[in-house]
Structures are given as structure tokens and as C-alpha cells.
């Protein structure tokens, strides 16, 4: 830089300012000298239009070549150059035996190989009228055949004895006069003529090209392998490269099964039908093929071991399930190994939020694809044998239902189980334990449940256009209060086998999973005895989504993934106890026939906790929202008076000195219907046994005597006792209206509704007093000659 001129600026800073002169002085400036002569970078220039689109042109082609199409067709190119050697060996030697068996089938055709070797079958058979017809069907062809060459020898030598006169007679006329003195019409066909001279001429040389290598092609097809499929041209370089799945590979599986229809299939020269070729699927091989007649898809799924074994691969690994028809056979192959890892982390498990009309991430297929497992329109049962994974599978899928805002939530674990306690914030009702307290609490949930579903019909059929189900629109209408609500039971055959509330908890998820889904009611049940004794079948029968993790039997896969599964090839029996844990097989979650799932795991043990921040997460979701919990404090259920069983019985005597066992049970229907609805004889005969009475046979019926009952009030009231337990709830069934009452007299003393030593000793009495058959129950209509009987 250069210096700048201090005199002249000194002289313009000097001011009068109050009659003397004062220096100002400007701002002071730091800086550097710059030596000229050294070199200077150069402005970086800006791209223009052009070399943008060419750098982004670049990055598509960059991206473009490495995606896995791009990879997969590089890697089978990179295969085929390498084996190019081999393949065209192969092709030769394809082309060499097509060119042989055609000699074979001329040779057999010209000599009458095959009607030859009929006549020496039947000379050796002995039936000398098989052999004439034989050698009379060779002569008789043989003469049509002669006939049929003189034929065409005949009208060859017609034709040429009328085509040279003309082509001579053409050949002079050309030869002796000018094109330009012929008739028009005569020019106009040396004109075509030369046309189609000009026309052989061309395509003569070309079909010399083109059919030896039609000849050769056509050859090379007559001459492939027999074995269906040309695996070989499309092979990738693989680390399991040598254990590769094909067409051909899959046949000669089949092939050594010992089904005898298809052994005698292939005896006979048969070729197995693909309906869909060998084709990569995901982490695997699918192929579907039509099977001969004989064999169904059942037979190949029963023999699924050896399948697996002669395909190299582990039965885990091996999946033949039945197609659309029984004769059609869709198997799907993992790759060696891939099975053997997880699922990896909850994609949610960090940040993320759910709209439970889309799904909730429930693992990942076979086919290594993440599964949106399907929450609201379906119901879940949900299986297998303890520690495998059923309870942290119903875990991901409440978690999932959490990150909604909109979504309620509900849950109830029929045992001792800290599964779900993380979820307290989050959940509008939650009961845990094994006591009669949280089965009636469950239960009467379920009744609440269809109340609300009851509800929401009503609602539904109000809205413009009747909407036939609850949609995510309609979802988010506040006022309407059509938001999902999703209810998880985990150890549900606890609560179905309930001695008291087991049959009316039944009945009342059955009739919910049947029409609550439209409404937008889920019912989530785990179990891990799937039993037709545990779980009613018109469950089984009903939802949407059966997961079966290892189980050990038929019985428990059906019972989960519904009736005909194992037969079909659909078997959690294969997966292995703790080996496969967090593996399940299931049914409805997708569209295909079923899915082997690895199920994401969020830990909740010793040392991890990712639930509770998941759970955080969800409640300050909905605080955004402006939602809230409807309420986080377990329900308290309400205590209801006791029934006196032994008065009623009194009252419904009518002063009559005995009363037939089944008069009774009507009578107190009609006396206290909520209360004594379902009894049987059963429960009549277990509620006097606690007092010491039995029913008595009188004329073959039995009876109950007024003065035993009169004799039990009085006795009763003397000494003031109370029975210590009511046996009869133990048989009936709950009525609607008695669900938010407590369990009775039977609870005061023991929570879980067993009797005391003395209701033993009295039904002990009673049953010593009573006839043998004091415990059989009355034909349900009356008249009934013996209700023992």
C-alpha cells in the first residue's frame, strides 16, 4: 500500500473551533504491505448451468451404480466373463447332442424303431394279435408314406413341365425385343420379375446367416439338461455360491423325498411346472410349482426336513406352504445363516411417532423387510412357550400404540408380572396380580368395552354418509370420542379358565373381537396356553392375527394361527426353544400366507430400561397435544352386598314341604335374575351344602325338604353363622349386571375365593347325608324325571 499524503491531510484536519485551532485526528487504520510480485490464488469461479447439471448428472450416475439392481446385474456380468470359457463348451456340446437326438427321432421315424419294438414285445409277449396289428400298422404306413412322396413327385414334375415352356418363352421375348416396344401390361411383369430378383438376391445371403444360427440355437435348446431352469447363465458370485438355489436344484429335492406319485412322476420322464421360477426374494429364494397328479402340497410340507436337508439348508431355513390350490406348491428358501441374527433396534426406540391406522414396527420378515404389523380393523392372539418372546411382543405393540396421542390405552396381566409397570403413566386403566380382584376388574373392562362399542355404533350411524368404520378423520374429532382404544390382556387363559368370571369373560371378548374392530376397539391377548380349554375356539376362530412363538405340540399351533396350519406347513414346532428366541410365526399381520418374523426387542431387564423413556415420550406427546391420560389410578371396585343364598332358597319354597330340585332354579330366576342366572344344579347343591343339606330323592326326583332349610335358618340364627365361602359362584355364569360388584361373601376372607375348613366339613356332611348323585346337574328343560341322573 502506498502512503498517503500526511500534508495534505493534516491541513484539511485542522478546524477553528472556539476561536483556536484544533487538530482532529481521524480513525487509525491497521493493515499490511502486499508484495506485488508475488503470485496471487485465483477467485474460485462459479459453476455455471451447465456444469451443475453435469456435477448432478455425475452423482445420478454414481448413485445409479451403486444400487443393488446395478450391483446384483455387475456382479452376475463379472460371474458369467469368468465362466465364459465353460459356457461355451457347454453350448457346443448342447448344440453337438440337440443335432443327435434329432438323427435318433429320423432314425426311429424312418426305420419304424418304436412300432418295431411293439411287434417284439408282443412276439415275446406271446400275443400274436398284438404283433399283427403291429406289422399291419407298419405296412399300411409304410404304403401311405411311399403314396404320399410319388404324390409329390408328381406335381414337382407338373410343375416343371409348365414353368420351363413359359421361362423359355420369357427368356426369348426379353432376348428379342426392346422393354420399350412390349405391351404395357407384358413390361409390367419383366418389371415384377426383376422386382423379385432383386429381393432374393438380398435375403438369400441372409438366410445362409441367419439359419445355421437358428439351426444351432434350436439345437442347443433340444440338447439342454432335461432338468427344468437355466440357473446356470444367471448364477451371481455368492459366498454361498455352491449351495445356490435353482430350478433344477429344487427338482432334485423333490425328486428324493419318497412320496411314491411323485417318484413314479419322475420314473416316467415328468418335468415339473414353475409357475414362478427361482427368483431372489428378500433374504432368500421363492419359487412356486405346480406338482403332479398325486401329490399335494401337504405331502412336500410333512417331509419338510428332508426338503431341507437335501436343499442344503436348516428346517428353520425351509418354508413349503401350500399355494393357492392344493396342487400348488409355494416354497421360499433363506439364505444360509441370515435367520441366525435379530432384528436389530425398535425403529422408535429413540424418537418417532405412530399413527396406529398405518401400523406399528413389529420386526422383520423373512425376507429381511421391516413388518408395519396392523393395529386398528384387527384383534391379536398372541403365543408360546414361557420365555420366548410373547410378552415382549405384546410390549412393542402397546408401545407402538403409545407414540398416538389419540390412542387410550388399557391393561390387564393376570399374574405377578412387572412386564407392563412401565406403562402406569400411560395407561387409562392397568391391573396386575392373580388374585379375583383383577379377573373381575378384566372382565369388567370387556363389558365396558362393548358399552363403548355400543356407543360408538350409534355415533357412527349419525355421521353424514354412515360411515361403516372408524376412520383416522374421524379419529381426531374430539367431540365424537372416536379415538382408538386398544385393551392388552397378558396371560389371558388365566382369565378365561377363572373359576367364577372365566365363562362371562369368554363370551364377552368373543362378541368384542367379532365387531368391536370396526369401531376402533383393539383386544391385544397373550397367552402362553394356547389350549382349546384356555382359549375358546370362536377366538381362535375370530382374529386377525395369530403369532405363535415355539410351541410344542399341533394343538397349541393351531390353537394360535388357526385350524389347519400345521398340516398346511405353517409350524412354530420347528422354531427352538431359547436358539430362536424372539422368532415367531404368523399369520395376518401381511398379505402373504404367513411370515417367519424376527421380533424387535425393547429391553425392560436387569441393567436396561428403553421403555420408560418410549413411555415419556408418549405422555409429553400427548401434553403437546393438549391431551391428557383420562385417568392413571387403578379402579377401585365398588363392594356389594351378599346375597343370602339360603333365604332366598326359603322364600322361593312357598311354604311347599318339598320342592322339586329344578322348580327351585327356575323360581330363583325369576326371584333375582343378575344373581342366579346360569345356575345349574351343581351350583343349588354346592350353595345348601355349606349348611349342611342336601337335595333328597322323592318319587324319583329330587327335592329339597322345607324343613331342612327352616332347620339351617334357625340354626343359623341361634348360633349367628355366616358361611365362610360361596361354592355357588364357582359354577355360574356373571351377570352383566353384577360386574362392578365385588367377588362376595366368598373374598371377605380369602382373596382368592378358596372356602374355609368349615364349608369342607359341611359339604363333607352333606354329600355323607345326600344321595351319591348329588352332584350331577339337571337336564337344562323341563319336566325331568331324576335331576341326578
Known amino acids: 500500500m502506498t502512503e498517503p499524503n500526511r500534508e495534505g491531510h493534516d491541513g484539511a484536519a485542522l478546524a477553528h473551533c472556539g476561536g483556536r485551532d484544533v487538530e482532529h485526528v481521524g480513525p487509525v487504520l491497521d493493515g499490511e504491505l502486499i508484495d506485488d510480485t508475488l503470485p496471487q490464488p485465483r477467485p474460485r469461479a462459479t459453476p455455471t448451468r451447465f456444469g451443475r447439471s453435469l456435477l448432478s448428472l455425475r452423482q445420478a450416475a454414481g448413485r445409479l451404480w451403486r444400487s443393488a439392481p446395478v ?7 463379472a460371474y458369467r466373463l469368468r465362466k465364459a470359457p465353460q459356457d461355451v463348451v457347454r453350448l457346443v456340446w448342447f448344440v453337438l447332442r440337440g443335432n443327435w437326438r434329432w ?59 409348365f414353368a420351363a415352356p413359359v421361362a423359355a418363352v420369357l427368356w426369348l421375348v426379353n432376348s428379342v425385343m426392346d422393354r420399350a416396344e412390349m405391351w404395357p401390361w407384358l413390361a409390367s411383369v419383366y418389371t415384377g420379375l426383376e422386382a423379385m430378383r432383386s429381393v432374393l438376391v438380398t435375403v438369400v ?36 455360491a455352491d449351495s445356490w438355489i435353482d430350478e433344477r436344484m429344487i427338482s432334485k429335492a423333490l425328486a428324493h423325498l419318497g412320496i411314491s406319485p411323485l417318484d413314479r412322476f419322475y420314473r416316467d420322464g415328468g418335468e415339473l411346472v414353475y409357475t414362478v421360477a427361482a427368483r431372489k426374494d428378500g433374504d ?11 401329490v399335494t402340497a401337504d405331502m412336500v410340507a ?46 422408535l426406540i429413540h424418537d418417532g411417532q405412530v399413527d396406529v391406522f398405518d401400523g406399528v414396527p413389529f420386526g422383520l420378515s423373512q425376507r429381511g423387510v421391516v413388518i408395519n404389523a396392523p ?29 398416538d396421542p389419540t390412542a387410550e390405552l388399557w391393561a390387564f396381566v393376570m399374574g405377578e408380572s412387572p412386564d407392563f409397570e412401565p406403562f402406569r403413566p400411560r395407561l387409562s386403566r392397568y391391573r396386575m396380580g392373580m388374585d379375583d380382584s383383577v379377573a373381575e376388574a378384566a372382565t369388567q373392562a370387556l363389558a365396558d368395552l362393548l358399552t363403548e362399542m355400543e ?14 368404520k372408524v376412520s383416522r378423520k374421524l379419529a381426531d374429532k374430539r367431540g365424537l370420542e372416536l379415538h382408538p382404544l386398544v385393551c392388552g390382556i397378558d396371560e389371558c387363559h388365566e382369565l378365561f379358565q377363572h373359576p367364577k368370571f372365566g365363562k362371562k369373560a369368554a363370551e364377552l371378548a368373543v362378541r368384542l373381537i367379532k365387531r368391536g374392530r370396526k369401531y376402533g376397539i383393539v383386544l391385544l391377548l397373550a397367552t402362553q396356553s394356547p389350549t382349546k380349554d384356555s382359549i375358546p375356539r370362536e377366538i381362535t376362530r375370530n382374529v386377525s392375527c395369530g403369532v405363535a412363538f415355539s410351541v410344542a405340540d399341533q394343538v397349541a399351533n393351531d390353537g394360535l394361527l388357526g385350524s389347519g396350519k400345521y398340516a398346511a406347513g405353517i409350524r412354530a414346532t420347528e422354531l427352538r426353544i431359547n436358539t430362536d428366541r424372539g422368532t415367531c410365526v404368523a ?59 339360603l333365604a332366598d332358597i326359603d322364600a322361593v319354597l312357598h311354604g311347599e314341604r318339598r320342592v322339586r330340585t329344578q322348580v327351585i332354579l327356575t323360581r330363583l330366576a325369576r326371584h333375582n335374575l343378575g344373581e342366579y342366572e346360569g345356575w345349574t344344579f351343581r351350583d343349588l347343591t354346592a350353595a345348601l351344602a355349606v349348611y349342611g343339606i342336601a337335595p333328597v330323592k322323592s318319587d324319583g326326583n329330587k327335592v329339597v325338604r322345607a324343613e331342612d332349610v327352616a332347620a339351617a335358618l334357625a340354626d343359623r340364627d341361634r348360633h349367628g353363622r355366616e358361611p365362610d365361602g360361596d361354592p355357588a359362584g364357582t359354577q355360574g355364569v356373571l351377570p352383566d349386571g353384577s360386574l362392578r360388584q365385588s367377588s362376595g361373601a366368598d373374598q371377605r376372607k380369602s382373596g382368592s375365593g378358596s372356602t374355609g375348613s368349615r364349608d369342607r366339613q359341611a359339604r363333607e356332611s352333606g354329600q355323607k347325608s345326600g344321595s351319591s348323585d348329588a352332584h350331577r346337574g339337571p337336564s337344562p328343560a323341563p319336566p325331568e324325571p331324576d335331576e341326578g341322573r
Open 284 to 294: 432368500g429364494t421363492f419359487a412356486q410349482l405346480r406338482l403332479p397328479l398325486g
Open 205 to 240: 445371403p441372409l438366410l445362409l446367416i441367419v439359419l445355421p444360427v437358428a439351426w444351432a440355437v434350436a439345437a442347443a435348446f433340444e440338447g439342454r439338461d432335461r432338468t427344468p431352469g437355466v440357473g446356470w447363465l444367471v448364477r451371481p458370485d455368492r459366498d454361498d
Open 375 to 403: 393395529l386398528l380393523g384387527v384383534n391379536w392372539l398372541v403365543g408360546g412357550r414361557p420365555g420366548q418372546g410373547k410378552s415382549a411382543a405384546l410390549r412393542t405393540l402397546l408401545l407402538g400404540a403409545a407414540l
Open 587 to 645: 399369520v395376518g399381520i401381511t398379505d402373504e400366507t404367513f411370515e417367519l418374523v424376527r421380533t424387535f426387542y425393547v429391553p425392560f431387564e436387569d441393567g436396561a430400561d428403553d421403555v420408560t423413556p418410549v413411555v415419556a415420550r408418549a405422555v409429553a406427546l400427548i401434553e403437546e397435544m393438549g391431551r391428557a391420560v383420562e385417568s392413571t389410578a387403578l379402579p377401585e371396585i365398588e363392594a356389594a352386598p351378599v346375597v343370602d343364598h
Open 455 to 468: 356407543r360408538r355404533g350409534k355415533i357412527l350411524g349419525k355421521q353424514p354418509g354412515r360411515p361403516p
Open 302 to 347: 410333512a417331509r419338510r426336513s428332508k426338503l431341507a436337508a437335501n436343499l442344503g439348508r436348516a428346517s428353520l431355513e425351509t418354508w413349503p406352504t401350500k399355494g393357492d390350490e392344493d396342487g400348488i406348491l409355494d416354497l421360499w428358501i433363506a439364505d444360509k445363516g441370515v435367520l441366525r441374527g435379530g432384528a436389530g433396534a425398535w425403529p
Open 103 to 161: 438323427l435318433v427321432k429320423f432314425w426311429t421315424w424312418a426305420t419304424y424303431a418304436d412300432l418295431r419294438a411293439d411287434a417284439r414285445r408282443a412276439r415275446l409277449a406271446g400275443d400274436a394279435e398284438a404283433r399283427r396289428a403291429a406289422q399291419e400298422l407298419i405296412r399300411s404306413d409304410a404304403t401311405a408314406r411311399w403314396a404320399k412322396l410319388g404324390i409329390f413327385l408328381r406335381r414337382c414334375v407338373i410343375m416343371l413341365r
Open 71 to 77: 450391483v446384483r446385474a455387475r456382479s452376475v456380468a
